[in-house]
């Protein structure tokens, strides 16, 4: 069973950075692609990004493009969320989920239903 366990969050100002870290353990996490969501009061879970499998590849949701960049290091088991130029907008509960999904499965949808394990989530605060 994968565990999941966000950090990194808390308040910044606009047009400042963040960095959240998604700590895995339960499973070896080369064999996951990971993505991670966010919630805002009163609105739905959203996609933020995705990170597939030994780096094959990466997707991102079109309000953070060119201002988030997703990575992963398998050794350390973890995966990073670099937030830049945060906006006011940006600012919700952030989930880091996984589903197993090795090399050989190809270019996997990294949709909230597909996913199978999620952490808590990390507060993510932009405010002047």
């Known amino acids: 069973q994968l565990q999941l366990v966000e950090s990194g969050g808390g308040l910044v100002q606009p047009g400042g950075s963040l960095r959240l870290s998604c700590a895995v353990s339960?499973?070896?996490?080369?064999?996951?692609?990971i993505g991670w969501f966010r919630q805002a009061p009163g609105k739905a879970r959203e996609g933020v990004a995705c990170?597939?499998?030994?780096?094959?590849?990466?997707k991102y949701g079109d309000s953070v493009k060119g201002r988030f960049t997703i990575s992963r290091d398998d050794a350390e088991k973890k995966v990073y969320l670099q937030m830049d130029s945060l906006k006011t907008e940006d600012s919700a509960v952030y989930y880091c989920?996984?589903?197993?999904?090795?090399?050989?499965?190809?270019?996997?949808?990294?949709?909230?239903?597909?996913?199978?394990?999620w952490g808590k989530g990390a507060l993510v605060n932009v405010s002047s």
């Open positions: 989920a996984a589903r197993f999904a090795p090399v050989a499965y190809g270019d996997v949808q990294c949709t909230e239903d597909r996913m199978e394990y």
């Open positions: 339960g499973g070896t996490l080369e064999y996951y692609a």
């Open positions: 990170i597939l499998s030994r780096l094959t590849g990466t």
